[in-house]
């Protein structure tokens, strides 16, 4: 079955600075990729989300590129602010059944 | 805020006992997935349904079961409950079209087995 790996598990950036988080599955019939933020409390929520057949998206100051060659997916914020302090999780869903598996997370926190 | 809601929002069991958790779904959507997610993890899949059919299932054992009703909502069944079913139960609801594969979370239920 497929397996999302994420890293950083924890990431501390400077405000106004870029965060990257990478993500890898293992499974190439896997076809949309979202990733999610969630607060300390509060449930996932759908942040952007990429599908095989596009190489990069982008959303004001959030990106995500997909390698399908190399398995590799990544989440690009560019000037980081306070708020986007969470834990941000990946996934990788294969669309046939909706099957989402989620990575473990990257908590990341914005330093004032 | 989605419009995916869940009840209760907390509940305490014994160990042995059984529980039932409910969500409803956005509207519009007409599948519904749920999750596990224990303190400091990513949400396991559990299962989903999909007009009124459990249509993909994680690697949970049978005594976590579910239902869809006809308007959607869903059920999830957790019988004989263990110490390690103390988690955050999350139902995320979506619909399921050629091009559309977005899942929209509940605020989940805080499950603490004893």
């Known amino acids: 079955g497929e397996n999302v790996e994420q890293h950083p598990s924890t990431l501390s950036v400077q405000e106004g600075d870029s965060a990257v988080i990478k993500c890898t599955y293992s499974?190439?019939?896997?076809?949309?990729f979202p990733w999610y933020k969630q607060e300390l409390g509060k449930r996932p929520q759908l942040i952007i989300d990429?599908?095989?057949?596009?190489g990069e998206k982008k959303d004001q100051r959030i990106a995500v590129t997909l390698n399908k060659t190399a398995k590799h997916f990544s989440l690009h914020i560019t000037e980081t602010q306070p708020e986007d302090s969470a834990v941000y999780f990946c996934?990788?869903?294969?669309?046939?059944?909706?099957?989402?598996?989620f990575g473990p997370g990257t908590s990341l926190s914005v330093i004032p | 805020e989605t419009g995916v809601t869940q009840s209760p929002t907390h509940l305490i069991k014994t160990r042995g006992q059984q529980v039932t958790l409910r969500c409803s779904s956005q509207?519009?959507?007409?599948?519904v997935s749920w999750y596990q997610q224990a303190l400091g993890q990513g949400p396991q899949f559990i299962f989903q349904?999909?007009?009124?059919?459990?249509?993909g299932r994680g690697n949970f054992p049978p005594r976590f079961s579910g239902l869809q009703f006809p308007n959607y909502s869903s059920e999830l069944n957790v019988n004989a409950l263990e110490l390690d079913d103390s988690a955050l139960y999350l139902c995320?609801?979506?619909?399921?079209?050629?091009?559309?594969?977005?899942?929209?979370f509940g605020p989940g239920t805080r499950l603490t087995v004893t």
């Open positions: 349904y999909y007009r009124e059919e459990e249509n």
């Open positions: 509207s519009g959507h007409n599948t």
């Open positions: 996934a990788a869903m294969e669309t046939s059944y909706d099957k989402v598996i």
């Open positions: 990429i599908r095989s057949n596009v």
């Open positions: 499974d190439s019939a896997s076809n949309y």
């Open positions: 995320a609801s979506s619909l399921q079209t050629s091009g559309s594969r977005e899942q929209y």
